[in-house]
């Protein structure tokens, strides 16, 4: 008893100076910590292809089960390219036109406003007077956009040396994260395999049991959402598209892009989208607004009770009191990247804690009437 005694005060001693040791070199542990992400950064991008590219892979192999891997994989590559040379070549010179189309119609944009307001019979005194006394000297604020991006680009690439190596470094970073996402593809199973082996032969078996039911669960669960989400946005995107280009609202190809695409983050991309739209096509007819606001109003009213609901389904799994505190965590910490991510993950977290607090209900014999 005395020696357990010993042996657990040197253990405390040794988890304390360990402690004190992070703490103090906790910015050099950072450092390393970060050396290593980026060492194998191009590895998880890669992992986070696969990922991606599973989902069409398995329904390719899912409809036609006489098809070889080999060729399933290339089918899948060759949807992935496709999808990406439509947005730059379908998407691309659009979205150059309307920047050009913008830096040309700002001005023309904020005389035809304060026309309109001048003419109106509403009692937006405030908004005409400084609409008719600003001046705005647009020359010089091109000049000073240029002067920025010129200084910008300048400091960024300061040599061709650094042109040159950075190139190589993102081509070399791409072409390894595509090798390691076709060979994940290729041997999945076999992979999976190697991986279930390797932790029953280190780890318990009850943990080994519970990791590969959590891994199930989360690939089940990310699956579902980037899956229903993705067909979601783009019906989502066709119906603007169609609708937009039938009532000639400028942009129509332009916003039903950006809708499609921020569709992806519930909640508030819309909202988002929705602010760029209208800035857009203020720029160029102010009416053709509150046509768009009507029409927005009308087909997020048919994709939140009609598509979103039958097509999405209850793939998420989370109330939507959590996504909202989901998205503002995720987006404080990752960005639009995390918005995305964090819904499935914690849909994953929320579904394990359920489960959790449900068998423990039962265990202990705790009636319904006790929270009800």
């Not at 910015?27 to 290593?36: S, Y």
């Not at 150059?96 to 913008?102: M, P, R």
């Not at 959402?225 to 609708?243: A, K, N, R, W």
Request: proline letters at 4%; charged letters at 15%; aromatic letters at 12%.
């Amino acid at each position: 008893m005395h020696d357990k005694q010993l042996r657990k005060i040197f253990q405390g001693i040794i988890c304390l100076i360990l402690l004190v040791f992070i703490l103090y070199r906790l910015g050099d542990i950072f450092g390393i910590f970060t050396n290593i992400i980026s060492i194998i950064k191009p590895f998880l991008i890669g992992a986070a292809i696969a990922f991606i590219l599973s989902i069409p892979m398995n329904f390719l192999e899912r409809k036609f089960p006489k098809l070889k891997r080999p060729l399933s994989l290339l089918l899948t590559f060759l949807i992935f390219i496709l999808v990406i040379l439509i947005l730059i070549f379908l998407v691309g010179p659009k979205l150059i036109d309307t920047i050009t189309n913008i830096v040309d119609t700002v001005p023309q944009a904020v005389e035809s406003l304060r026309t309109l307001l001048q003419k109106s019979n509403i009692n937006w005194k405030w908004v005409q007077d400084y609409l008719t006394n600003v001046e705005i000297d647009w020359p010089t604020i091109s000049n000073k956009l240029l002067s920025f991006f010129k200084d910008s680009f300048g400091n960024l690439f300061t040599s061709t040396f650094g042109v040159v190596a950075s190139l190589v470094s993102s081509i070399v970073s791409t072409v390894i994260s595509f090798i390691f996402a076709a060979y994940i593809l290729i041997s999945k199973e076999k992979l999976s395999v190697q991986l279930k082996k390797l932790m029953y032969a280190f780890l318990p078996e009850k943990a080994v049991d519970k990791i590969i039911e959590v891994g199930k669960l989360t690939h089940k669960t990310f699956s579902n959402f980037f899956t229903y989400q993705c067909i979601e946005c783009l019906i989502l995107g066709f119906m603007f598209l169609v609708t937009m280009t039938i009532l000639k609202i400028p942009y129509a190809l332009l916003i039903s892009v950006l809708i499609t695409i921020m569709a992806l983050i519930p909640i508030f991309g819309l909202c988002i989208a929705f602010i760029i739209a209208s800035i857009l096509i203020v720029m160029v007819d102010p009416i053709k607004v509150i046509v768009f606001a009507i029409l927005f109003a009308v087909l997020q009213q048919i994709e939140g009770n009609l598509i979103y609901p039958r097509v999405v389904g209850k793939s998420i799994g989370l109330p939507p009191i959590w996504v909202i505190v989901v998205i503002t965590l995720g987006s404080s910490l990752m960005g639009v990247v995390g918005m995305i991510l964090f819904i499935p993950l914690s849909s994953v977290i929320y579904t394990l804690i359920r489960k959790s607090v449900y068998k423990r209900l039962r265990n202990r014999q705790i009636s319904n009437d006790k929270w009800l």
